[in-house]
T-cell receptor, first 108, second 117 residues
């Protein structure tokens, strides 16, 4: 079953913050985050492996609450280059399932 | 170093024709995944290889779809008797480890955009 993402879409002004949520009805052991720009391949952002783990890369960070089966991606002081569709994903055995994506548009 | 390479970049075929899509993963990557991505949707899992072994093919939509990775490097996704609903972008991804999808980043190719007329 596919993870659920919210919101479906968000529009920001440059410099604003955003949060993208990912949840699953099944137990999560790890959560991946990827960003895909139109017509391009998905690009890996980060993996969270432990309950309650947080990771960060510059102004993009994420948290993972294993008990709640949720992960959130935080984009701080957004830049124009952050525009794209963000996917969370998780492994179920050897199968990997992506969420439906959150389309993020950052305007000048 | 070189990333994941997919060819062709675009493929147009008539309904009923067979097509073959190629994926050349990053050298040394053990794991290889195929995904199908429809417009406006997330990638959908098709199949997973660990070296030459196809460990999961649960996502292949029908027996018209076949994937192989005979020497544990290059992989081919073949679609027989193509239908219009097969039109999509087919993405290939590879990862370094042999632990499947759970704890390794996946590196994606640019995909093959398949259009069935």
């Amino acid at each position: 079953q596919q993870p659920v993402q919210s919101p479906q879409a968000v529009i920001l002004r440059e410099g604003e913050d955003a949060v993208i949520n990912c949840s699953s009805s099944k137990a999560l052991y790890s959560v991946h985050w990827y960003r895909q720009k139109h017509g391009e391949a998905p690009v890996f952002l980060m993996i969270l492996l432990k309950g309650g783990e947080q990771k960060g890369h510059e102004k993009i960070s994420a948290s993972f609450n294993e008990k709640k089966q949720q992960s959130s991606l935080y984009l701080t002081a957004s830049q124009l280059s952050y525009s794209g569709t963000y996917f969370c994903g998780t492994a179920y055995g050897q199968n990997f399932v992506f969420g439906p994506g959150t389309r993020l548009s950052v305007l000048p | 170093g070189a990333g994941v390479s997919q060819s062709p970049r675009y493929k147009v075929a008539k309904r009923g024709q067979d097509v073959a899509l190629r994926c050349d993963p990053i050298s040394g990557h053990v794991s290889l995944f195929w995904y199908q991505q429809a417009l406006g949707q997330g990638p959908e899992f098709l199949t997973y290889f660990q070296n030459e072994a196809q460990l999961d093919k649960s996502g292949l939509p029908s027996d018209r779809f076949f994937a192989e990775r005979p020497e544990g490097s290059v992989s081919t996704l073949k679609i027989q008797r193509t239908q219009q609903e097969d039109s999509a972008v087919y993405l290939c991804a590879s990862s370094l480890g042999s632990y499947g999808a759970s704890n390794q980043p996946q590196h994606f190719g640019d995909g093959t955009r398949l259009s069935i007329l």
